[in-house]
């Protein structure tokens, strides 16, 4: 598992830039062009279970749910910030993305860090030390376990039918 | 207990008599608009449009604004499968390529009542707050569910009071306004707040509360809002919206603040947003005397008719710098119609402009007037993200109507004030 470091205010003009978002809606579309204008590394480098760690504000700007659905399709495990845009962090639970609010474990973090996530148990441990973080509420927890917001929609559009 | 804005509207909305801040209600809201992504947020819904059916006729408000007239196959195809879908489903309120930028479009044609809820997939939508809608942005994903369902969750925000005291004195704007108190806040100031704007608003007309609003979602605010006062009453009215066809709703006076500020207008001077971010705030004197290639007046931002005067009371009878291609973007068909009439296009067209159709243009940086590397744009939009305007090695300032004129004459970044 590698750990992308990121610093504040990155926003989703740097996690996928607009002049494609008429152009590419698939994830085969939308992979060559992650974070192109922030990390032109990152598109080639990206491995399932690959964790993004960053600083406040992450995925301001824009409406755009093409970093979203890529980052996901890539298999990127969870982003750990000290804080989200809340577009770009409903975008993520339509999607199931995990986002993690932790600024402590943010903090800690440095390059060479050791890293893992226990996402059931709410805690992230840096270098041994555990930190906790706020879980989902249940209600909104419900949309990612059903495999993303249309799956949700769905399931319970069916289920009003039949009842 | 006294409620902010946002309680009162999400409390109403949910059918319970109060909400707390950091609840969760279900809402169904007034409108849901969206533009030119219509094509993707539908293509979500190839099997389970046939499966459900669209939820109401009135619910969806598209605008092809973004990449307008189309610029490749691509879009073009995006546009078609759009109007396809309006057709099938008989989508009541669509506009066409040409009638402007999809938030000037829903305030201009009255779908912004006082006292509802909007929610569209732009950033953006957080403009109708100008006159006293809850109006914030989604993804595209939960505008494809809310075509299905009709509803949505929203969180109940904390909110942030700002007081405005005396008024604005030109050519310091409602631009410089807001971005002084994005560049004090910060770029996450207000995020997942709501932010309502008290004191002498009564002095700022609707263009410049919708210039305000606009950029609520630069400080990360869910919703940015004003009351609805006379000045706003009138131009509903105007817009077709008659007072008995709404019902606002605003704080009350007791209401429980995160965070209050207050902002001397007389007080303010022009300022400017340097790369990259739009909290990167600085007096223009600053920066005055960089080179600059585009200037760009208009979009959702600062596309208005009061804008644009702004600019032309500068630019009539005098030439633009020959270093500098200046581009105007009205921000609806309304807009450029009356522009027409009353002679502003002729002057900006004089003075060595270039009109853009009624749409996004170069703002997303699709198409119309893409930065060359090392290229400097002065614009009124509302952010200078990297490679925002399609090319990462580009520069944007971001600065109000009269600074961009004042700068495109000299070709170089100027203070309005020092143009006669
Ligand atoms: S003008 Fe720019 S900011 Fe406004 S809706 Fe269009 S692309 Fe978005």
């Not at chain 1, 809340?86 to 943010?106: D, H, S, T, W």
Request: proline letters at 5%; hydrophobic letters at 45%; a neutral charge.
């Amino acid at each position: 598992m590698k750990v992308w470091h990121y610093g504040d205010d990155i926003n989703t003009d740097l996690l996928f830039p607009g002049k494609y978002t008429y152009t590419c809606a698939t994830p085969d579309e939308i992979r060559p062009h992650l974070l192109e204008d922030l990390d032109a590394t990152f598109a080639q480098g990206v491995q399932p279970g690959d964790v993004l760690v960053v600083g406040r504000n992450f995925g301001c700007g824009s409406s755009r749910e093409q970093p979203v659905v890529g980052l996901k399709a890539v298999g990127v495990a969870a982003i750990v910030a000290k804080s989200f845009a809340r577009i770009f962090y409903r975008a993520a639970i339509n999607q199931g993305l995990l986002l993690i609010e932790c600024p402590a474990a943010v903090d800690a973090y440095r390059a060479g860090s050791t890293l893992s996530i226990d996402a059931a148990g709410g805690t992230i441990t840096v270098d041994g030390r555990a930190y906790s973080f706020p879980k989902l509420p249940p209600e909104i927890m419900a949309i990612g376990e059903a495999g993303g917001l249309l799956e949700y929609t769905r399931k319970k559009l069916r289920a009003q039918r039949a009842g | 207990m006294s409620q902010t804005f946002a309680q009162k509207v999400l409390a109403r909305a949910a059918g319970q008599p109060q909400v707390a801040v950091g609840q969760i209600v279900t809402v169904r809201p007034a409108h849901l608009l969206m533009h030119d992504n219509t094509a993707a947020i539908v293509g979500k819904l190839d099997k389970d449009l046939a499966e459900f059916g669209l939820v109401r006729r009135d619910l969806p408000i598209i605008v092809l604004d973004h990449v307008i007239p189309a610029s490749d196959e691509k879009t073009a195809t995006g546009h078609a499968k759009v109007r396809a879908f309006v057709e099938k489903h008989g989508v009541q309120n669509f506009f066409d390529v040409g009638e402007g930028i999809c938030h000037q479009v829903v305030i201009e044609k009255g779908f912004a009542r006082p006292g509802t809820i909007i929610v569209g997939s732009d950033s953006h939508t957080c403009s109708y707050g100008a006159v006293g809608v809850f109006a914030t942005g989604i993804d595209r994903t939960e505008a494809a569910a809310l075509l299905l369902t009709g509803e949505t969750w929203l969180k109940v925000p904390p909110t942030i009071r700002i007081t405005l005291r005396g008024r604005l004195s030109p050519p310091v704007s409602a631009k410089d306004l807001i971005l002084r108190i994005i560049g004090d806040i910060g770029a996450d100031g207000a995020d997942y707040a709501a932010v309502e704007f008290h004191g002498d608003v009564r002095h700022l007309t609707i263009a410049e509360r919708f210039t305000i609003a606009n950029m609520g979602v630069e400080m990360g605010a869910k919703i940015t809002v004003f009351p609805v006062d006379e000045v706003a009453t009138e131009y509903l009215f105007a817009a077709g919206v008659p007072r008995d066809r709404y019902e606002a709703v605003w704080a009350d006076p007791q209401a429980p603040y995160a965070r209050e500020l207050t902002y001397d207008l007389a007080a303010l001077e022009p300022v400017v947003a340097a790369p990259h971010t739009v909290d990167n705030v600085l007096p223009v004197g600053r920066v005055a005397g960089k080179r600059i290639h585009q200037a760009l007046l208009g979009t959702c931002t600062n596309g208005r008719l009061s804008d644009l005067h702004a600019a032309a009371a500068i630019l009539r009878g005098r030439k633009v710098s020959a270093k500098v291609r200046l581009l105007v973007l009205p921000a609806s068909r309304d807009v450029y119609t009356a522009a027409s009439r009353d002679g502003t296009l002729a002057a900006l067209t004089e003075a060595g402009a270039v009109i853009l159709p009624p749409g996004c243009g170069p703002c997303l940086g699709a198409h119309q007037g893409i930065l060359a590397p090392g290229e400097v744009c002065l614009s009124t939009s509302n952010r200078n993200f990297k490679g925002r305007m399609g090319c990462k090695e580009g520069e944007i300032y971001l600065a109000s109507p009269a600074t961009v004129a004042a700068s495109a004459l000299r070709g170089e970044i100027t203070d309005p004030r020092t143009v006669g």
